[in-house]
């Protein structure tokens, strides 16, 4: 990978698709571009099959907008809404078996890691909340235990959208869905809970309804997963099938939700607080310098 | 037929929220022009849609009456819309879009 690797074969850009064309020239790719500046660059995701209105997708947009280095990153995902719009991207994905992501993920890392020694190559995990609460729960706490180091993302929509409204472990209590007809039995899983005990080095939690945070989120996030260890982002990405939810009221959704369960929370160890602070210039996590007394 | 959204650039141009621009779930669908505004005497450029790839969510109606209050954007029928920005149209500057018009209904 490199920062060549979308550029046309000498002689063919007059016959690639517009899009291609634009992603070339005009692409985030080697540049810095930030929410502020979206809607005045090509992004990386492209047309997608996803349903109107979903929050998801909106998620996966901000997130592909806020990569630290799009040129450097690789996504890996797994069954699920979200792969139909992770893979339409103009950055590699790979597909990992339903509930393998994290495992790939690690080899993948690992992998990268041999190849290209320090230079900085990102590997992004997105991932439902199925694949990553239920049927692949092992792979991802194991990779947390490990100490494996990339992100991962789930996209919590709170139940199986793909397959019709099944309940997942990630569904609330007493939940009725159309393939729960009576109602989930069990609590939510705290897999923020778990994310610390196990040992991740960035935890958060985060509702698409504010883009700014989402990009912040996403990079420091990175960023970390880079130098300390495995990092966790936690968003809910509502399914406005399975929750009837009108398109044009997600949003409102986000807000209510947000409000309700889903609060903004952000978990930093004292290492990724040091990364953050003395290798990428986040001045606020700095240790704060000793107050020297007033003479009196 | 039918809806897309469709952004009344003379209220866009007088307030330039960008707000649109973030929350719509589809890639490259409301860009942002800086010199829209500019040919008609408004302070700041307008966002506008790029009607082929607008799946009519309608979440931008939602953001732009209820986080913005401008009420710029209304949904319309894809005929009726007169001249829009087609993506074959867009042309990409240094952080600035502009986008030849032209009907979005063909033959």
Same mark, same amino acid.
């Given at each position: 990978m490199s920062l060549n690797y979308v550029e046309f074969t000498p002689g063919f850009d007059r016959w690639m698709p517009k899009e291609y064309r634009d992603m070339v020239h005009h692409g985030p790719f080697g540049k810095k571009t930030s929410v502020s500046q979206v809607g005045t660059f090509k992004e990386i995701l492209e047309e997608h099959p996803m349903c109107a209105g979903c929050a998801m997708t909106l998620f996966i947009r901000l997130a592909m907008i806020a990569f630290p280095n799009p040129e450097d990153t690789i996504t890996v995902g797994t069954a699920g809404c979200g792969r139909l719009a992770i893979s339409q991207a103009a950055i590699p994905f790979v597909y990992g078996n339903y509930g393998d992501q994290n495992g790939v993920a690690s080899g993948l890392t690992r992998g990268l890691k041999l190849r290209f020694g320090d230079k900085p190559k990102d590997v992004v995990?997105? !991932? +439902?909340? +199925?694949?990553? !609460?239920?049927? +692949?729960? !092992?792979?991802?706490?194991?990779?947390?235990?490990?100490?494996?180091k990339f992100t991962t993302i789930m996209l919590d929509n709170e139940v199986y959208g793909n397959t019709g409204g099944q309940e997942s472990g990630m569904t609330n209590k007493g939940q009725v869905l159309k393939m729960a007809p009576v109602g989930k039995k069990f609590e939510k899983m705290d897999m923020l809970g778990m994310a610390k005990v196990a040992g991740c080095a960035y935890v958060a939690t985060v509702v698409p309804n504010n883009p700014r945070r989402v990009e912040s989120v996403i990079k420091k996030a990175v960023l970390i997963a880079r130098e300390v260890g495995p990092t966790y982002i936690q968003a809910y990405t509502s399914c406005n099938i399975e929750y009837a939810i009108p398109t044009d009221k997600v949003m409102e959704d986000a807000k209510d939700v947000e409000n309700d369960r889903y609060k903004f929370s952000e978990y930093l160890s004292d290492d990724a607080r040091q990364c953050l602070g003395e290798l990428y210039g986040y001045k606020e996590y700095l240790p704060k310098p000793e107050k020297t007394l007033a003479k009196s | 037929m039918y809806l897309i959204a469709y952004i009344d650039q003379e209220i866009c141009a007088a307030t330039s929220c960008k707000l649109c621009t973030q929350f719509c779930p589809e890639a #490259?669908?409301?860009? *942002? #022009?800086?010199?829209?505004?500019?040919?008609?005497?408004?302070?700041?450029?307008? %966002? *506008? /849609? %790029? /009607?082929?790839?607008?799946?009519? @969510?309608?979440?931008? /109606?939602? /953001? @732009?009456?209820?986080? %913005?209050?401008? #009420?710029?954007i209304k949904m319309e029928m894809i005929d009726q819309v007169g001249d829009s920005a087609l993506t074959e149209n867009i042309t990409y500057a240094e952080k600035n879009t502009t986008a030849k018009l032209a009907n979005p209904v063909r033959g």
């Open positions: 995990v997105m !991932a +439902g909340d +199925g694949g990553m !609460a239920d049927i +692949g729960f !092992a792979q991802t706490l194991h990779s947390w235990f490990r100490k494996e | #490259n669908t409301i860009l *942002y #022009n800086t010199e829209a505004g500019k040919d008609k005497g408004m302070k700041y450029g307008s %966002a *506008y /849609v %790029a /009607v082929d790839r607008c799946k009519g @969510c309608a979440q931008c /109606v939602w /953001v @732009c009456d209820n986080m %913005a209050k401008h #009420n710029a």
